[in-house]
């Protein structure tokens, strides 16, 4: 339990001023975000006796180790980036948003014949057109109930409109007006896509054409004495008014805008870019980076704009960029990011009015972000120095680690045996040098017979690259060293099967091609983690005494306890659980399981969407999907003859052969189970996976089985 005091900002330090706050862990973890009218008497609440505090906020300040803000010039804006920082760092302590996989948007799919109104998580998908995000889905569906009024657009299922155009008779809200029920002909496609269009005009921020439109309307149905068409006129017109005050913009003119603000001294720079989105601020972002030359703002901004918009293209790069000054000269930077665009985009410096303020809450932003950074730089190099002298301490190390690589092993049940390795150096991760391996020596469940075969690979790669480079030389007494060349001309089967971090097959002796990429295995560390107890480190060690190399230390941290055992030793060594040396130790090895169950996960999913078909020479996903869709499954394709076979488009009689043959080799797929029942299950076209084989249903934990 941490003392708020530990971290509590000096007086002085907070601006009094509107803004969004976070709250941190000790891993660095965001627990908590809050947005305040005035950053400075919001926080101060939080360090006050805990014993006046409400129970869930004492718990949130004591599992907190720092504390930090962003600076904003309305509450509106704060509101905005505190639904943008809940929605990217789900804080624990923030429960209305616990649950939420992420926040929902409302969704108009325009990629359909008839258009449909719904709520949408997750991946943007194309052709769909997206407004907000919102808050609750809940206050998605408030929205669209209003809407509905004036924009009768479908809202149901595939399913429900399929069976009300098969009976004839529309759903509820077809009787009742919410709906034009195109599913029964009561408008045609093209006048449901009008109103779809309608509908995605007003959520885009052109509200007052279609509110001048209702009242014209009303005023004629008065003068023509039609007071209850009046009436309902005058409802829609106040549903859209409601509708409008539940989505206040930002920027009444809907900009769509990059603001980039530049905070400079004579060593650093911190950029800090807002994102605004239908005069919305979507996202923030920011860097410092250091003055490494002379360099103008200009140059600065020009730097900035390439890092944003190198990879992008269409929608993705806005209409406006906003910067504090431009590239010398402009033109060439304004046509380039035209061309990713594919349309104008204008590139100017806000001079007056709402964009001229905004961008000033970007510069007050990006000061804050370089007065934070220099304030905090020197700690964090004295707190990740401080972290390697205490590993140096208790390891007995004759210096500090600055090279550390952890390797981890999973596998599900025995299947899919993978290992990793990651790299830390100065504290930091190397991700570039990261690896993955395929245990295939042999067969089974052996997390230490894993180890010694991961360990001994890797340093075999080192050992051949000192060889290549004359840095290691054959002993003449016939020691490790003139064994070298039988362990590199011996390579076990999983040898060279070695993937880097991006997917990049290793040569042999694990170099890349002479392309003047550094060679990964050539730097060994000063330490090895393993992720394991006694075992797991001895199985390293023992790696490590049969190549000769006794260089390297060897270290291994149990989860049960956070122990660190070292090679021989029958008691672990225990350190502080506030020492600094064993967080290190815990991120390396945390990192090191993330990346190892990554890749099983990813190495089982492919092999549960195998198929015999996938055996077929020649046979592409076409094809394939083209037989599956003929046949309904892949049992029934397995039980036809070649001739219907060749029934199929796209499939000669020579193929078809192919294919019976490769299907009567492959042994038929068990039945689906429905294990919570029993019930064996016929098989049906929906009931398949992607490689057309029946899935089998089953309980959660049965199907999870034990990851390690």
Known sequence: MADPSSYRPKPGEIPDSPGVYRFRDEHRRVIYVGKAKSLRQRLANYFQDLAGLHPRTRSMVTTAASVEWTVVSTEVEALQLEYSWIKEYDPRFNVKYRDDKSYPYLAVTMNEEYPRVQVMRGHKKKGVRYFGPYAHAWAIRDTVDLLLRVFPVRTCSAGVFKNAARTGRPCLLGY???CSAPCVDRVSAEEHRELADEFCDFMTGRTNTYIRRLEKQMGEAAEEMEYERAARLRDDIEALKKAMEKNAVVLADATD????????????????????????VRGQRGWVTDKVEEITTGALVEH???????????????KEVLVPALPDPVEPVQEWLTGRRGSNVSLRIPQRGDKKALMETVQRNAQ?????????RASDLTTRSRALEEIADALDLDSAPLRIECYDISHLQGDDV???????????ARKSEYRRFQIKGFAGQDDVRSMHEVITRRFRRYLAEKEKTGEWTEDKDGGAEGSLGALTGTETPAGPDVITASGAPVGPGGLTEDDGRPKKFAYPPQLVVVDGGAPQVAAARRALDELGIDDI?????????????LPGDDDPVILPRTSEGLYLLQRVRDEAHRFAITYQRTKRSKRFRSSPLDDVPGLGDTRKQALLKHFGSLKKLRSATIDQICEVPGIGRKTAETIAAALAQAAPAAPAVNTATGEIMEEEPGTMGSSGEPVTMGAPDERRGQET
Not at 304 to 318: F, H, K, S, W
Not at 368 to 376: E, G, I, P, R
């Open 368 to 376: 804050q972000a370089l007065v934070l950074h220099k304030t905090k």
């Open 418 to 428: 993978v290992a990793s390795m990651v790299v830390f150096e100065d504290g930091l």
């Open 257 to 280: 805008a990059d603001l980039i603000a530049v905070a400079e001294d004579e060593l650093e720079a911190a950029v800090q870019i807002f994102h605004v989105r239908g005069g919305r």
């Open 304 to 318: 900035a704009l390439q890092q944003l918009y190198g990879e992008e293209t269409g929608d993705a790069v806005p």
């Open 176 to 178: 009742i007006g919410k």
């Open 553 to 565: 230390a060897v270290c291994g941290l149990a989860k049960r306890l956070e122990e660190v055992w």
